[in-house]
């Protein structure tokens, strides 16, 4: 079964500096998608960056870029220059492969919070 | 870029009343869509899979009778919460994905529904 870690409940960052969030994953597939999506306090989920399994670099959107380690099953998000707009909760999320309907499994999240 | 809208995005109603939700994909053909559920500083819980004329896919645990899911066309999914009780208050979201073929496709959110039973 597929699963998704994420183990930083909440974590803080100035304004302006970078932050990373952390995100492993198990599965035993060897085709798998890797996905980032914003949840703010509104509740909408944003889509923020995907990386595919077999990518050999690092996905990048703009201040958001994808530290994928496929070895230590790892796919950290980097958010540089961190604004107050990015103050919500992060979701890491894992395509299902298999079938035609992928599926996501996500993790229970990371509350980031920007200070200003 | 894609467009999913979910209506209504609040809904306040009695003990007993059906509710339904609707999400529609504005600008592309969902042929898969997919409902959430989301508790209070919780994850997102997938509930059911739906594809455009067939029956949907509901996960484990989910009430099939409670939860109904139609997927008419490939633009509108809909789930009724069917005589809802005071433990079916969530917040509920909709996602949809295009026809396959891009590997990475991400799944387009709905902005949700926030549903309270009194």
């Known amino acids: 079964a597929q699963k998704i870690t994420q183990t930083q409940p909440g974590m803080f960052v100035q304004e302006k500096e970078a932050v990373t969030l952390d995100c492993t994953y198990d599965?035993?597939?060897?085709?798998?998608?890797l996905f980032w999506y914003k949840q703010p306090s509104s509740g909408e989920m944003i889509f923020l960056i995907y990386?595919?399994?077999?990518?050999?670099q690092n996905a990048t959107e703009g201040r958001y870029s994808l530290n994928f380690q496929k070895a230590r099953k790892s796919a950290n998000l980097v958010i540089s220059a961190s604004q107050l707009g990015d103050s919500a909760m992060y979701f890491c999320?894992?395509?299902?492969?298999?079938?035609?309907?992928?599926?996501?499994?996500f993790g229970k999240g990371t509350l980031l919070t920007v200070n200003p | 870029g894609a467009v999913v809208s979910q209506h209504p995005s609040r809904v306040i109603c009695k003990s007993g009343t059906s509710v339904k939700i609707e999400c529609r994909s504005l600008d592309f053909q969902a042929t898969t869509m997919f409902w959430y559920r989301q508790f209070p500083k919780q994850s997102l819980m997938l509930m059911a899979t739906?594809?455009?004329?067939?029956?949907?896919?509901?996960e484990q645990g989910v009430e099939k009778d409670k939860f109904l899911i139609n997927h008419a066309s490939l633009t509108l999914s809909t789930l009724t919460v069917t005589s809802a009780h005071p433990e079916d208050s969530s917040f509920y979201i909709c996602?949809?994905?295009?026809?396959?073929?891009?590997?990475?496709?991400?799944?387009?959110f709905g902005d949700g529904t926030r549903l309270s039973i009194l």
């Open positions: 599965t035993s597939d060897q085709s798998y998608g």
């Open positions: 739906s594809n455009e004329g067939s029956k949907a896919t509901y």
């Open positions: 999320a894992m395509r299902e492969i298999g079938g035609s309907n992928y599926k996501l499994t």
């Open positions: 990386q595919g399994s077999y990518d050999e």
């Open positions: 996602s949809a994905r295009g026809f396959a073929g891009n590997y990475g496709q991400p799944q387009h």
